[in-house]
């Protein structure tokens, strides 16, 4: 696995699907959001204090991002968004449960 603290700054950061399966663990496992590909990143709330969970400048960013994941999946012929965001959520609750 790569380590999800790489920081992505522009969306053409993102051209494969490792890139984009690793912006989404970026997203769950270092920004600590429930993602899914369809939110636009202006609704995630932060529960304890119910504060946007992004800055305007990150939901600028983060939005354009996963456009561009969308983009590169298509390209590549795979409606695959879906199922990588499956995957990566199956991958930070085996690390959240050790197995």
């Given at each position: 696995m790569t380590n999800p603290t790489y920081m992505y700054n522009k969306?053409?950061?993102?051209?494969?699907l490792e890139d984009v399966r690793n912006f989404q663990r970026y997203?769950?496992?270092?920004?600590?959001?429930?993602?899914?590909p369809d939110t636009?990143?202006?609704?995630?709330?932060?529960y304890s204090t119910?504060?946007?969970s992004f800055s305007y400048n990150e939901i600028k960013l983060y939005n354009l991002l996963n456009n561009r994941c969308f983009e590169v999946c298509e390209?590549?012929?795979?409606?695959?968004?879906?199922?990588i965001s499956c995957q990566v959520l199956d991958?930070?609750?085996?690390?959240?449960n050790n197995e």
């Open positions: 969306p053409s950061d993102i051209n494969t997203i769950m496992m270092v920004k600590e959001v429930n993602y899914h636009d990143f202006e609704d995630y709330i932060c119910g504060e946007p390209q590549l012929g795979e409606d695959e968004i879906y199922r991958e930070l609750y085996r690390i959240e």
